[in-house]
């Protein structure tokens, strides 16, 4: 059984730093992309970022240069350094990673960690 679990959330004020990890286990061969979304109070989920298993990345424009995304492929985990945190990064982010576990290629989801940013 594939797992994705995620940790780092917290409350930071306004302007402040988190990192978020996100590590899977399991029967796992190989993965393709992991990566962050997350969902506001009240709105829909959106991406935040990605990253293929050769290192190319994607942002959402609202985080660009505030937010990075890095892999250790070896673990299988995947980070989000958040920083320059705003009020409007409230929300909870949720990890996700497109693999391999023996059938086919699909995606699994974490069970979401929350972000509270206070002004």
């Known amino acids: 059984q594939v797992q994705l679990v995620e940790s780092g959330g917290g409350l930071v004020q306004a302007g402040g730093s988190l990192r978020l990890s996100c590590a899977a286990s399991g029967r796992i061969f190989s993965i393709t992309v992991m990566g962050w979304y997350r969902q506001p109070p009240g709105k829909q989920r959106e991406l935040v970022a990605s990253?293929?298993?050769?290192?190319?990345?994607n942002y959402a424009d609202s985080v660009k240069g505030r937010f990075t995304i890095s892999r250790d492929n070896a673990q299988n985990t995947v980070y989000l350094q958040m920083s320059s945190l705003e009020p409007e990064d409230t929300a909870v982010y949720y990890c996700y990673a497109d693999l391999y576990g023996g059938s086919r290629y699909t995606y699994y989801w974490g069970q979401g960690t929350q972000v509270t940013v206070s002004s």
């Open positions: 990253i293929t298993s050769g290192g190319t990345t």
